[in-house]
């Protein structure tokens, strides 16, 4: 896969963006009042930095089914092959769903063009909040989040967890260094990595 025109404003490593589908177009009423137009589609890909293609490509549509937004198509490719330690970091079944049913009805509700918005490229975007998310940094429960997507992606861990999280990749191995000097995640060797999650925080509550 190579970058195609839809991509071009795209950053490098991986993002996640909303586009209307084609079809009927359905209008669906938020909780919160907001009307929102279905179908929809959201894609969460990868940009390699040295070569400026696409490495894998995850794109889901949502639909209006018997009046609640449902998860309709998925189309997951990748080159030379898909990945499945990284779709196990960066994609769950559920996100679309959340986007629609949540995320966009809240950027609705504050007047932000949700066709422009950057989505989270980890875990539950409806759950995302930036401003949680930064002072959430350095407490216990960030740390056991990083060391356990650490674990889950391997490696290559520190692109991979830089790129979602908008940092540079020494930022990520002090994190890493820092979750093992609070007995989150487990020591190992000198020069060595790896290590399993030993949840102290969750044992001690």
Do not use: C
């Amino acid at each position: 896969m190579t970058r195609s025109n839809t991509l071009k404003n795209r950053p490098n490593g991986v993002s996640s963006r909303l586009r209307r589908g084609k079809g009927i177009r359905s209008k669906w009423i938020a909780s919160n009042g907001q009307v929102v137009q279905l179908p929809l589609v959201l894609d969460i890909l990868n940009i390699d930095e040295g070569t400026g293609g696409v490495t894998w490509f995850v794109e889901a549509r949502v639909d209006l089914i018997s009046d609640q937004p449902e998860l309709t198509d998925v189309h997951i490719k990748g080159q030379p092959f898909l990945d499945a330690r990284y779709l196990q970091v960066f994609f769950r079944w559920a996100t679309p769903i959340d986007v629609v049913a949540r995320t966009v009805p809240n950027l609705l509700e504050r007047g932000i063009d949700p066709f422009k918005h950057e989505y989270a490229s980890s875990g539950y975007p409806g759950d995302f909040d930036s401003s949680k998310k930064v002072n959430a940094r350095l407490s216990d429960e960030f740390l056991e989040e990083i060391a356990q997507q650490y674990i889950n992606v391997g490696r290559g861990y520190a692109q991979i967890i830089a790129s979602d999280r908008g940092v540079a990749k020494r930022t990520v191995v002090s994190w890493v260094e820092k979750a093992r000097r609070r007995g989150i995640l487990s020591a190992t060797k000198p020069g060595s990595s790896g290590g399993s999650l030993l949840l102290k925080r969750k044992m001690k509550g």
